[in-house]
């Protein structure tokens, strides 16, 4: 991995979750370590948004539904007015 080292106890932790080492997972395809977390949880994982076959790689905001539209914000913003 570059540019950081993770302790052994949240390798370990990365392991029991998803049945792969970390150093396996920073040389696998997106495809294979999706396809060992599926094995290991016994089902399919489906993204929360579609990006017409695209794998949203490292975008936990986008994996997860977490952007925030302007129609979001100004809601947002509207509810804390008195």
Do not use: H, W
């Amino acid at each position: 991995m570059k540019g950081f080292r993770l302790n052994n106890r949240t390798a370990e932790s990365i392991c029991r979750a998803t049945g792969m080492s970390v150093e396996d997972i920073a040389g696998a395809d997106v495809s294979l370590v999706d396809d060992a977390i599926q094995k290991k949880i016994d089902r399919v994982l489906t993204p929360s948004v579609d990006l017409g076959g695209i794998l949203p790689r490292g975008s936990v905001y986008l994996m997860f539904d977490r952007f925030l539209t302007n129609k979001d914000i100004n809601k947002g913003i509207s509810a804390i007015r008195p």
